[in-house]
């Protein structure tokens, strides 16, 4: 069974700054693939970044860059120069393999950014 | 990125009614469609997996004939929570994978379901 583990409920960083959400996942599968998302207080999901298992170099999309540690299986997402607007619920989730590519998500992180 | 639509946003009803909810790719055919619930503070659990033309596949725990799925076309799913009760309430979220090979699923904004 796959299971995805966020050790931090909560985070802060002042704006401008960088903060890396931790993401450790487990799994006995050699294909799979990793999401990142936001959750803003609205509800909606936002997909952000996706690393694939066979992926050689780290995802990186704008602010957001996924740190691929395979042999940790840590799939931490750092977001550079903060804004007020990252303010949000950060899901980190992984793909099942061979059932229709279903999600298992982590409990989330919830990201605060200061002035 | 992708558009996924659900509607209605949130709704109130009484317990004992039935509730549809829509979930509608607007910019891309979905031969998969996913449908989560989500507790206040917690994570998205996943309900049942919904197929284009097939029967949904539902995950352990769910009730079957309480949360009918229909695939209905390749842009269009719907749930209907059945009989609902003050347990139901919650927040539903639906996502569309974008054809056999996409990787990425994209989220509809959610519907709150709340059962007086």
């Known amino acids: 069974a796959q299971k995805i583990t966020q050790t931090q409920p909560g985070m802060f960083v002042q704006e401008k700054e960088a903060v890396t959400l931790d993401c450790t996942y487990d799994?006995?599968?050699?294909?799979?693939?990793l999401f990142w998302y936001k959750q803003p207080s609205s509800g909606e999901m936002i997909f952000l970044i996706y690393q694939g298992s066979y992926d050689e170099q780290n995802a990186t999309e704008g602010r957001y860059s996924l740190n691929f540690q395979k042999a940790r299986k840590s799939a931490n997402l750092v977001i550079s120069a903060s804004q007020l607007g990252d303010s949000a619920m950060y899901f980190c989730a992984m793909r099942v393999t061979g059932t229709a590519s279903k999600l298992t998500f982590g409990t989330g992180t919830r990201l605060q950014v200061m002035l | 990125g992708a558009v996924v639509s659900q509607h209605p946003s949130r709704v109130i009803c009484k317990s004992g009614t039935s509730v549809k909810i829509e979930c509608r790719s607007l910019d891309f055919q979905a031969t998969t469609m996913f449908w989560y619930r989500q507790f206040p503070k917690q994570s998205l659990m996943l309900m049942a997996t919904?197929?284009?033309?097939?029967?949904?596949?539902?995950e352990q725990g769910v009730e079957k004939d309480k949360f009918l799925i229909n695939h209905a076309s390749l842009t269009l799913s719907t749930l209907t929570v059945t009989s609902a009760h003050p347990e139901d309430s919650s927040f539903y979220i639906c996502s569309a994978r974008r054809g056999l090979l996409q990787e990425t699923q994209y989220f509809g904004p959610g519907t709150r379901l709340l059962v007086l």
């Open positions: 919904s197929n284009e033309g097939s029967k949904a596949t539902y």
């Open positions: 799994t006995s599968d050699q294909s799979y693939g």
